[in-house]
């Protein structure tokens, strides 16, 4: 079974700070998806990534597949972006595993 | 497009009743799930479908949860007789063979 593990749990930083989240896993996958689930929300999809990088508008999302890692990075943090941030991974069309989620809180 | 439609969005039942949710996947999304979300917890895969069949349906307690998919369209869960630990969200997604996966809203479920 692929382990999921995401740092740091908790974060909580200052309206415009450059936010990093990371994420690790065990075991060889097809892809990783990012995900963002607000209080009491469904979950987003923000990204899937079998490779390299992507961009949306302040959000860029990486992975190193040879070090099964991936990074989700926020620029110009704003407190519109306060959320949990999920980093999940699949082999295919089996069911996600999730990482435990990183809380972030974006104050103004 | 509606996304993944679930519901209710809410519910609150006493324990050893019954409960039911209810999941509209995306048009077209062959691969339907069924997660279950702690809180302060990453979800859990309770059951997968592929069209109207149960491909994983390991995690699932099968003692008092079911769930079906019979036109290999819309799904239900239920939980018969509900427990006290059963209160937690229970999330609904889909994808077209593991690409696109989109989540429902999720029912929050409060057993009393």
């Known amino acids: 079974k692929n382990e999921v593990e995401q740092s740091p749990q908790n974060l909580t930083a200052q309206e415009g700070e450059f936010i990093t989240i990371n994420c690790s896993y065990s075991v060889g996958i097809s892809a990783l998806h990012w995900l963002q689930q607000h209080p009491g929300g469904g979950i987003v999809s923000l990204f899937m990534?079998?490779?390299g990088k992507k961009k949306h508008g302040r959000l860029i999302a990486t992975i190193n597949i040879q070090e099964k890692h991936s990074s989700l990075h926020i620029t110009a943090s704003h407190p519109r972006d306060s959320a949990v941030y999920i980093c999940?991974?699949?082999?295919?069309?089996?069911?996600?595993?999730f990482g435990k989620g990183t809380h972030l809180i974006i104050q103004p | 497009e509606a996304g993944v439609v679930q519901s209710p969005r809410y519910k609150i039942i006493e324990k050893k009743q019954p409960v039911a949710f209810w999941c509209n996947p995306i048009?077209?999304?062959?691969?339907l799930y069924w997660y279950l979300q702690n809180l302060g917890q990453g979800p859990e895969l309770l059951i997968r479908?592929?069209?109207?069949?149960?491909?994983?349906d390991s995690q699932l307690p099968k003692d008092r949860f079911s769930a079906e998919r019979l036109k290999g369209v819309d799904s239900t869960l239920k939980i018969q007789p509900a427990e006290l630990g059963d209160s937690a969200v229970y999330l609904c997604a889909s994808s077209l063979d593991g690409v696109g996966y989109t989540f429902g809203s999720g029912t929050r479920l409060t057993v009393v």
């Open positions: 479908y592929e069209n109207e069949e149960a491909v994983d």
């Open positions: 048009s077209g999304h062959n691969t």
């Open positions: 999940a991974v699949s082999p295919g069309a089996d069911g996600l595993t």
């Open positions: 990534l079998s490779s």
